[in-house]
Antibody, heavy 124, light 108 residues
Framework: QVQLVQSGAEVKKPGASVKVSCKVS????????MHWVRQAPGQGLEWMGT????????SSAQRFQDRVTMTRDTSTSTVYMELSSLRSEDTAVYYC?????????????????WGQGTLVTVSS | EMVMTQSPATLSVSPGERATLSCRAS??????LAWYQQKTGQAPRLLIY???TRATGIPARFSGSGSGTDFTLTISSLQSEDFAIYYC??????????FGQGTKLEIK
């Protein structure tokens, strides 16, 4: 079965970086793009970016473009999201989510399988 | 800027009754809209994509409708496990993957 397993909770100081991993199994890693979505405490969902595991090409929300780096390791079927220059407002649960193919020839789609989430706490 | 607005913010419904949740886009998203359910402490669960197609394993009591800017998620007969927060998300226009702010469905 499809599984996305994320790395454990992190506590970081302001200004530091955090790198969250998402290891997948149960499907061909390169066949599906991967989203990263975050959720601040008590708040809604926010898309951060998407990575193409085949090419490594990424697209990200404008507000994160200069701070987020998404990478992948095809040998271990793992994607990574690194967020730099952390501030308290980055305290959130970070999710990876597999981007489903909704129709032939259409390159965008929602997340059909999700990781369990990784809590990142930014505090001095 | 694409904005997704969900209403109401909170909906109180009794078990067994019908719930109707709304999502409005500030510009047309065609039918490129998804609905998710999220329970406390859990990851979101995809319910509906392409505005009206149920995702794998989703019960038939969940249905989606709409196109363009106005969308509806209907739960025909609420079960206890349906009380949760529901989000809509567009995947049509930049900024891609904009979410609504959520509707909390609570027991009346």
């Amino acid at each position: 079965q499809v599984q996305l397993v994320q790395s454990g909770a992190e506590v970081k100081k302001p200004g530091a970086s955090v790198k969250v991993s998402c290891k997948v199994s149960g499907y061909t890693f390169t066949a599906y793009h991967m989203h990263w979505v975050r959720q601040a405490p008590g708040q809604g969902l926010e898309w951060m970016g998407t990575i193409n595991p085949t090419s490594g090409r990424t697209s990200s929300a404008q507000r994160f473009q200069d701070r987020v780096t998404m990478t992948r390791d095809t040998s271990t079927s793992t994607v990574y999201m690194e967020l730099s220059s952390l501030r308290s407002e980055d305290t959130a649960v970070y999710y990876c989510a597999r981007r489903m193919w909704v129709r032939r020839g259409y390159s965008y789609g929602p997340g059909d399988y999700w990781g369990q989430g990784t809590l990142v706490t930014v505090s001095s | 800027e694409m904005v997704m607005t969900q209403s109401p913010a909170t909906l109180s419904v009794s078990p067994g009754e019908r719930a109707t949740l709304s999502c409005r886009a500030s510009q047309s998203v065609n039918d490129n809209l998804a609905w998710y359910q999220q329970k406390t402490g859990q990851a979101p669960r995809l319910l509906i994509y392409n505005a009206s197609t149920r995702a794998t394993g989703i019960p038939a009591r969940f249905s989606g409708s709409g196109s363009g800017t106005d969308f509806t998620l209907t739960i025909s007969s609420l079960q206890s496990e349906d009380f949760a927060i529901y989000y809509c998300q567009q995947y049509n226009k930049w900024p891609l993957y904009t979410f609504g702010q959520g509707t909390k469905l609570e027991i009346k």
